[in-house]
Nanobody, 123 residues
Framework: QVQLVESGGDLVQPGGSLRLSCAASGGGFSVDAMGWYRQPPGKQRELVATITSGGSTNYADSVKGRFTISRDNAKNTVYLQMSSLKPEDTALYYC?????????????????WGQGTQVTVSS
């Protein structure tokens, strides 16, 4: 299976910046689209940004102009550059990847999640 490991979460002051990274590893699979999701305290998990293998991006309205998603296909790594951080950005951030391969006896498109990295924006 594809394994995802996030890093970069931290405590940061409002207006600050932070860069999250997520590296995918595993053999026998082809990673397709990747993305970032977040779950604020007491709320449902929500989409933050996605990026296709070709580099096309999509952002939630709440982060447009402040966050930038990018990827390095050679390293199977996706990044989330966050700037002008607000207290409402506080959440557990999860990395997700779509991949083609075999899981059990089924061949097809599957999804894999990281364990999450905590981002806390507070003064």
């Amino acid at each position: 299976q594809v394994q995802l490991v996030e890093s970069g979460g931290d405590l940061v002051q409002p207006g600050g910046s932070l860069r999250l990274s997520c590296a995918a590893s595993g053999g026998g699979f082809s990673v397709d689209a990747m993305g970032w999701y977040r779950q604020p305290p007491g709320k449902q998990r929500e989409l933050v940004a996605t990026i296709t293998s070709g580099g096309s991006t999509n952002y939630a309205d709440s982060v447009k102009g402040r966050f930038t998603i990018s990827r390095d296909n050679a390293k199977n790594t996706v990044y989330l550059q966050m700037s002008s951080l607000k207290p409402e950005d506080t959440a557990l951030y999860y990395c997700h990847a779509d991949f083609y391969g075999q899981v059990g006896g089924t061949i097809g498109l599957f999804g894999s999640w990281g364990q999450g990295t905590q981002v806390t924006v507070s003064s």
